[in-house]
């Protein structure tokens, strides 16, 4: 599947890391236009030392006003990654208000945000665009520790069904994957419970863990016209 997005402008949250990063290289490499979203500066710098000619723009995205500052005039985008999140691990019942406030904030308020703010910009322009929430297999399935990561998840499944229904007059497309296990910071942190890790593994259909490169995969065909004809879709812990 040879994709061409010479010229088209794209951002990507949580770009410093894992798969933000790797999305980012992607689709540098692929001709895009890229503004990488990042908290920590010193993961932007290399970045862009590795992908000369990307914009970079540090932002701790679970701060509203902050982030209003950073991207509110962030310029055109034709392509949206929401990929930025954490993952707090905590049983149900020792779920503190702090954590539970931050993991929001972090991973649901802030792509309901960003996605506003692209999403205005591409009807005002009057583009087509398309917009892939990174979201997990456990927005689908529960485990423990994970209640409160796990519903930010399962709730952009319903922004992603919600957004698609209302962008798509604007010929906009939304979709989300919903990946199992990466071996990144996150994934390694999450596999430091081996419970967790075994019933993720026996979890997923093909019961094995995913490559970053897998994930990218899917978020690149979902923001290419390869997909034209898809949107809402919510594509369980089998699109990984
Ligand atoms: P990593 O922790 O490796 O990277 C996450 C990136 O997001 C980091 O660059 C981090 O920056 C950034 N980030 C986190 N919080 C903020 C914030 N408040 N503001 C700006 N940037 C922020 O995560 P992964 O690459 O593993 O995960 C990417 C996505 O994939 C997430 O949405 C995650 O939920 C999802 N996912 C991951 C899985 C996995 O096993 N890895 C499985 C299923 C889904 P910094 O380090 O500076 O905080």
Redo the contacts with the bound molecule.
């Keep these: 599947m040879q994709l061409n997005f010479r010229g088209l402008p794209a951002l990507v949250?949580?770009?410093?890391?894992?798969?933000?990063?790797d999305t980012v290289k992607a689709l540098h490499a692929l001709g895009a236009k890229v503004v990488a979203?990042?908290?920590?500066d010193a993961?932007l710098v290399s970045l862009s030392e590795e992908c000369p000619g990307i914009q970079t723009v540090c932002?701790?995205?679970?701060?509203w006003d902050a982030t209003e500052r950073a991207l509110g005039n962030v310029g055109p985008v034709d392509l949206l990654v929401?990929?930025?999140?954490?993952?707090p691990l905590q049983p149900f019942l020792e779920v503190t208000k702090e954590v539970f406030d931050r993991t929001f904030?972090?991973?649901l308020r802030?792509l309901v945000q960003v996605s506003q703010i692209v999403a205005r910009g591409m009807i005002h322009r009057g583009v087509p665009g398309s917009i892939v929430h990174?979201?997990?297999?456990?927005a689908h399935v529960t485990l423990p520790n994970l209640s409160v990561?796990s519903s930010t998840?399962g709730a952009i499944s319903v922004f992603t069904r919600a957004m698609a229904a209302e962008l798509g007059p604007y010929k906009i497309r939304v979709n989300s994957v919903?990946?199992?296990?990466?071996?990144?910071?996150?994934?390694q942190?999450?596999l430091t419970d081996p419970e967790i890790a075994r019933k993720l593994k026996e979890r997923h259909p093909l019961q094995k863990?995913?490559e970053?490169e897998d994930?990218v995969n899917s978020i690149l065909f979902l923001l290419s016209d390869r997909s034209a004809s898809t949107s809402g879709s919510d594509a369980g812990f089998t699109l990984?």
């Design positions: 949250t949580g770009a410093g890391k894992g798969i933000g990063r979203v990042s908290r920590t993961d932002v701790d995205l679970g701060d929401n990929n930025a999140a954490v993952v904030s972090v991973n802030s990174v979201s997990s297999m456990v990561y998840k919903n990946p199992t296990v990466v071996l990144t910071a996150m994934g942190k999450v863990f995913a970053t994930v990984s």
